[in-house]
C-alpha cells in the first residue's frame, strides 16, 4: 500500500485521486461458492453484491437480474454497458418454460450493404470497428425496462439504486480495466469525456487500485430511473447521444430509438446425456452450435479417453470446426433471413456432421465444406443467477470490442457499442474476432447482427439443472459447450470444469488455440501429428456457471477473471 501511494507522489499525478489496496484473496474462495437457497455467478464483485442485496430487499430473479444488468455496466465499462445490449435466457420454474429475450443492438435506418467498402468493394475494417460509424442502435436499456415491467417485483428505481451508488462511489482499479485502457488508450483518449472519466489528468492509465467515479454515468442512471425506458431513449440522454454521433459522422438518429423493439424469441433446444439443453436462438450463433458441438461429440466415448487426451482434443476440435462452417454458412437475423433452425438441430443431420470427423488426421480449412441441409434458401460480459423457487438466468451482454467504438455521448457517461462490426462487411469478409460472414449477415437497415453470444440452461427431468455463459466474441461458444462437456461427459465438479484447460477452432483461422494451462507437451505433439495447427492463445472467456446439488446450488465465477460467486 505505501509503495503504491509513494509510486503515486513521485509521478506527480495532477489531479485528485483515491488509491485502495486491490482485494487480495485466494482465488478459488472468491470464485466459488455453495449456497442452499440463492446463488449469483458474476464478471464483477460489486455487480454480485448489488445481485445479492436485491435479494435481501425482497426482490425476485428478474429484479436481481436487472440490478446486475446496471451493476455490471457500471463495473465493467470495457465490457458492457446503457449503450450496447444483449440477450436474457429465463427458465421460470413454476410455468416449467424458457423464456427468451432478445434485446440485441440494431443497425441504424441510414445503414447500407456497402457502407463499410472503399469504391472497389474492399472491406474497411476499422470503420464498423472504431468510432461513431461503429455504432448501432442501443438496445439494454429497453430490454431491462420490458422485462422488468413483465416479471419484475420490487419497484423499478430499487434495482437500479446500486448501480447509481457504485458510479457515485466509485470502484478500485482492477487488472482487466487497466489492461483494456491501456489497449484502447490512443482511440478513448480521441474523446474528451472518456479521456475524463477514465485517465489521469496528464492522459496516464491510472494505477490499479485507483477508485474509477463516473458521475454523469450516475446522473444518467438517476433519469433512468425515474422516467423508465423514456430516460434513455428521450430527452436530453438521447438529444445527447445523437448529437454526439452525428458530430462524429454516425448515422444513429432519434428515428433509430424510436423505432426500437425488444424481441421475444423461441429457444433452440437439444438433448444431450439425459438433460434438455436451452439456448439463444438466431440472431445469435451462439446456441445452435452449442448444441451442435455437443450433439457431434455424443456418439464418441469421450469419458474413457480423459479430456486432455489427443483423441478427445481432436475430435473437439473437428466439431468445433464444423459447426462454425455452418456459422459462416446459415446463419444471421431471421427476421430477415429464414434461418433452418430444425435442420441444423436435426438428429440425422448432426449425425452425419459426426461421421464426417477423421478420427485419424485433422481436416484442412479449405478441404471441410458445409453439408447441404434440406432447406432452400464478439468483448462481452455473462451473469447467471438462480434462485430458491428453482428460476434460472443467463444474460451475456455487450457493448462489442474493449469499450466499444471508443465514443462516450456527451455529458452522458454511456460508452456507445461498436456492433457494426458484427456484420460481415461482405460476404466471407472477416470481422473483429475472426469470424467469416455470408450473405445473411450483410448489413442492412434496423436488422441485428450476428452473435456468438450463448447463454444456456438446462434442466433435467424438468427440475433446473445448470445455467452457464461467457464473454469473448466467437470463443463463447467453445467455451460454453466445454464446460458443459467437463460437467457432464467428464463429471467433474463444477469448478474444475470451468478451471479446466480449453481449446478453440473456429474453422478460419486454419488453428487449434489452447489455453493455459496448457495440454501435456507430448498431446499436443500428437495433435500437430494429427495436421492440427497448433497455437497457445488465451482465449478471454470468464464463464459464469450455477449448478442445482442436492443442497442447494453450486456457483463459480471462472478464476482466470476477476469476478464473483456467492449465495445466500
Avoid at 486491490?22 to 464483477?44: D, F, L
Avoid at 438466468?393 to 471508443?406: D, E, H, L, M
Wanted: glycine fraction near 8%; charged fraction near 25%.
Amino acid at each position: 500500500m505505501r509503495a503504491v501511494l509513494l509510486l503515486m507522489l513521485l509521478l506527480g499525478c495532477s489531479h485528485k485521486v483515491r488509491i485502495v489496496a486491490p482485494t487480495a484473496v485466494e482465488p478459488r474462495v472468491a470464485h466459488e461458492a455453495s449456497a442452499k437457497e440463492v446463488m449469483v455467478a458474476t464478471q464483477g464483485q460489486a455487480t454480485t453484491r448489488a445481485a445479492l442485496k436485491i435479494f435481501n430487499q425482497g426482490g425476485n430473479i428478474i429484479d436481481a437480474f436487472v440490478a446486475a444488468s446496471f451493476a455490471i455496466s457500471v463495473e465493467r465499462p470495457h465490457s458492457t454497458g446503457i449503450g450496447g445490449g444483449g440477450f436474457l435466457l429465463y427458465f421460470a420454474k413454476e410455468e416449467n418454460k424458457v423464456y427468451a429475450f432478445d434485446f440485441r443492438e440494431v443497425a441504424p435506418l441510414l445503414a447500407t450493404s456497402n457502407m463499410y467498402l472503399t469504391k472497389k468493394g474492399d472491406p474497411q475494417p476499422l470503420l464498423s470497428q472504431e468510432g461513431a460509424l461503429a455504432v448501432a442502435t442501443p438496445g439494454l436499456v429497453k430490454g431491462l425496462y420490458e422485462i422488468h415491467g413483465r416479471f419484475g417485483k420490487l419497484p423499478w428505481k430499487d434495482t437500479i439504486r446500486p448501480a447509481i451508488e457504485l458510479a457515485r462511489n466509485g470502484f478500485p482499479l482492477y487488472e482487466q480495466l487497466q489492461e483494456a485502457l491501456t489497449d484502447r488508450r490512443s482511440l478513448l483518449q480521441m474523446d474528451p469525456e472518456a479521456k475524463k472519466t477514465f485517465f489521469t489528468q496528464d492522459g496516464r492509465v491510472p494505477l490499479l487500485g485507483t477508485i474509477i467515479y463516473q458521475e454523469n454515468l450516475a446522473k444518467t442512471l438517476e433519469l433512468i430511473a425515474d422516467k423508465g425506458e423514456e430516460g434513455f431513449y428521450k430527452g436530453k440522454v438521447a438529444d445527447a447521444i445523437i448529437k454526439t454521433v452525428k458530430k462524429k459522422r454516425g448515422l444513429l438518429t432519434h428515428k433509430d430509438f424510436k423505432a426500437y423493439e425488444v424481441k421475444e424469441r423461441e429457444p433452440v433446444t437439444g438433448a444431450y446425456k439425459g438433460l434438455k439443453i436451452f439456448s439463444m436462438p438466431p440472431p445469435s450463433s451462439g446456441g445452435i452450435h452449442v448444441i451442435q458441438i455437443l450433439k457431434m461429440l455424443e456418439p464418441h466415448d469421450l469419458k474413457d479417453k480423459g479430456p486432455q487426451s489427443t483423441e478427445a482434443v481432436h475430435l473437439t476440435a473437428m466439431a468445433m470446426q464444423r459447426a462454425f462452417i455452418d456459422r459462416a454458412n446459415y446463419l444471421g437475423d431471421p427476421d430477415f433471413n429464414p434461418v433452418p433452425v430444425k435442420e441444423l438441430l436435426n438428429e440425422k443431420y448432426l449425425k452425419k456432421l459426426s461421421r464426417s470427423i477423421d478420427v485419424e488426421k485433422a481436416t484442412p480449412a479449405d478441404k471441410v465444406k458445409a453439408i447441404p441441409l434440406p432447406y432452400e434458401s464478439s468483448d462481452t460480459v455473462h451473469f447467471s443467477i438462480a434462485d430458491k423457487e428453482g428460476n434460472l438466468v443467463a444474460s451475456t451482454q455487450t457493448i462489442n470490442g474493449w469499450f466499444g467504438s471508443g465514443v462516450m455521448a456527451q455529458g452522458t457517461g454511456i460508452v456507445l457499442n461498436n456492433e457494426m462490426d458484427d456484420f460481415a462487411q461482405k460476404a466471407g469478409a472477416q470481422n473483429l474476432f475472426g469470424a467469416v460472414g455470408g450473405r445473411n449477415n450483410l448489413v442492412q437497415p434496423r436488422k441485428r447482427p450476428l452473435s456468438s453470444m450463448s447463454p444456456t440452461i438446462m434442466t433435467k427431468d424438468g427440475q433446473p439443472f445448470m445455467a452457464v455463459g461467457s464473454p469473448s466474441g466467437t470463443r463463447i461458444i467453445t467455451c460454453v459447450a466445454q464446460t458443459i462437456l467437463n460437467s457432464v461427459e467428464f463429471e467433474m465438479p463444477l469448478y474444475e470444469a470451468v478451471a479446466a484447460t480449453r481449446i478453440h477452432q473456429q474453422w478460419l483461422p486454419d488453428q487449434l488455440k489452447i489455453e493455459a494451462p496448457y495440454l501435456d507437451p507430448k498431446v499436443e505433439k500428437e495433435l500437430k501429428d494429427l495436421g492440427h495447427n497448433v497455437v497457445h492463445e488465451r482465449l478471454g472467456c470468464s464463464i459464469q456457471a450455477i449448478k442445482k446439488t442436492k443442497k442447494g446450488w453450486d456457483g463459480v465465477s471462472d478464476p482466470r477473471g476477476e469476478g464473483l460467486a456467492l449465495g445466500l
